[in-house]
């Protein structure tokens, strides 16, 4: 879609007259076509149900009717929707110079106290608020993973383009350390950062009869998730793969012998195809929150994943691992799963207490102490940091491969290796030197 064909389908929902008067008003970004979307409205929900105010911007594509009917059912939640490309999109920077425009307009409408941007490339702007910046994923990152190799030439804006939201940002929010290493490596150290954890609410069937078969997210096409992988084994399994996802080319599965491509999935869709699955599958390269793993936990299902950091930083020790390429390893991992009904109902057991423990109301809490910290009053010449409103644990980010979670993290943002008290506060912050808003407003570095 290109840029004058996004400017034509543009539309909003009222805003709660209660948005202007409540603690935190939180104009938030998202998109309609990834994992963003269900945290977007998990993270409302919850921050909502707090007595803060929550108004989304969305980009990418319109909303689905299913999609709308999820923010319905958020009272008080507004929607602000756009079919505005993001900065991972084909050629997207007309359409994201029109964003800006768009964006500006709805701060100067609803005021927010606090600007939550999911999404890299809008930053710089003028913002009236505070900006906390979320990294959800990153295509340097993903292509390194894919392709064990640094990205080509015509990535370079778009490596602009983040660098300069990283230097504009308030604070940087990431799910995982994993991720937070990914855009130290790719970008360098720009802003202050934490991470917070994603959190999901329990599925409604969590005790649903389960099926003989395996279910994967991972699109056949998608190289980062991998679903190429567990196709070309699915005619060495006694049970049937299921592969739902966004497949543009999914009727070429029909060469994949004892795999059923279901295509593009709603989140109720998907909770409803978990609930009565046995065993998920996620044989990753690239996955830097993978929310389909927390449903699928949610959801009582035996887990095999790729190991690679994040996923690992998320479920070690309650999902069996192997290396994304090995095949042969995945293939017998499934199988042993298939054959051994004990092993399949303890690591399904081990990964819904694991799940459990990431809440939504954990993730808002967290998200809550962030809007704090950089809405605090600050005297002239000190960063966001400088005075927080509660006190934080300082710590630099160092590769640590190899070593244990506890060990490489901590336990602040991670509720299996830390209990935390309910007045405790001191989520680790992991501190970038140096913020560079002086380019804020101006024209952007990519321009």
């Known amino acids: 879609m290109g840029a004058e064909a996004a400017v034509a389908k543009v539309w909003s929902t009222p805003v709660p007259a209660a948005f202007s008067t409540a603690r935190h008003r939180v104009l938030m970004t998202t998109d309609t076509l990834s994992d963003v979307w269900p945290y977007a409205i998990e993270l409302s929900r919850a921050l909502i149900a707090r007595g803060h105010a929550v108004a989304l911007a969305a980009m990418g594509a319109l909303p689905s009717r299913e999609q709308q009917r999820e923010v319905a059912a958020v ?39 606090v600007v939550h941007l999911n999404h890299f490339g809008h930053a710089d702007l003028p913002w009236p608020a505070p900006v ?21 030439p015509a990535w370079l804006r778009y490596r602009q383009c983040v660098a300069a939201s990283l230097r504009a940002s308030d604070l940087l929010i990431a799910p995982t350390y994993a991720m937070l290493h990914g855009l130290e490596r790719h970008y360098g150290t720009h802003c202050a950062a934490r991470v917070i954890a994603h959190g999901r609410s329990p599925v409604t069937e969590a005790s649903a009869v389960k099926g003989p078969w395996i279910f994967s997210a991972a699109s056949i096409d998608d190289a980062g998730r991998n679903g190429q992988s567990l196709a070309n084994i699915a005619a060495q399994l006694s049970w049937p793969v299921y592969i739902g996802g966004d497949t543009p080319h999914h009727e070429s599965a029909g060469g994949f012998d004892n795999v059923r491509v279901l295509g593009q999935l709603g989140n109720a869709q998907l909770r409803r195809w978990l609930a009565h699955t046995s065993i998920y599958a996620a044989p990753a390269r690239y996955e830097p929150s993978g929310l389909a793993v927390f449903d699928a936990a949610l959801a009582r299902c035996a887990l095999v994943l790729g190991d690679i950091d994040s996923l690992r930083e998320l479920w070690d020790g309650v999902a069996l691992f192997i290396a994304p390429d ?59 940091l400088a005075q927080p409103a509660r006190a934080a644990t300082l710590v630099q980010i160092a590769p640590m491969l190899g070593a244990r979670q506890e060990d490489r993290h901590g336990y602040a943002a991670f509720p299996h290796v830390w209990n935390r008290q309910p007045d405790q506060h001191d989520d680790h912050v992991v501190a970038w030197p140096g913020r560079d808003r002086s380019h804020r407003g101006s024209r952007r570095p990519d321009t």
């Not at 084909?90 to 307009?105: F, G, I």
């Open 132 to 152: 906390l910046s979320v990294a959800h994923s990153c295509v340097l990152a993903w292509w390194r993973a894919v392709h064990a190799a640094p990205p080509p």
């Open 75 to 113: 009272p008080g939640l507004a929607l602000h929707a756009s079919a505005y490309k993001l900065a991972w999109m084909d050629d997207p920077w007309d359409d994201m110079r029109l964003a800006s425009k768009w964006l500006m307009n709805l701060a100067r409408e609803l005021r927010p106290s």
């Open 326 to 384: 090995d095949t042969q390893a995945l293939q017998r991992t499934l199988q042993r799963l298939i054959d051994d009904p004990e092993l399949r109902e303890r690591q399904a057991a081990l990964a819904l207490r694991r799940a459990q423990m990431y809440t939504p109301e954990a993730m808002a809490d967290g998200y809550v102490h962030a809007y704090n910290d950089i809405a605090a009053p600050r005297t002239v010449g000190t960063t966001a």
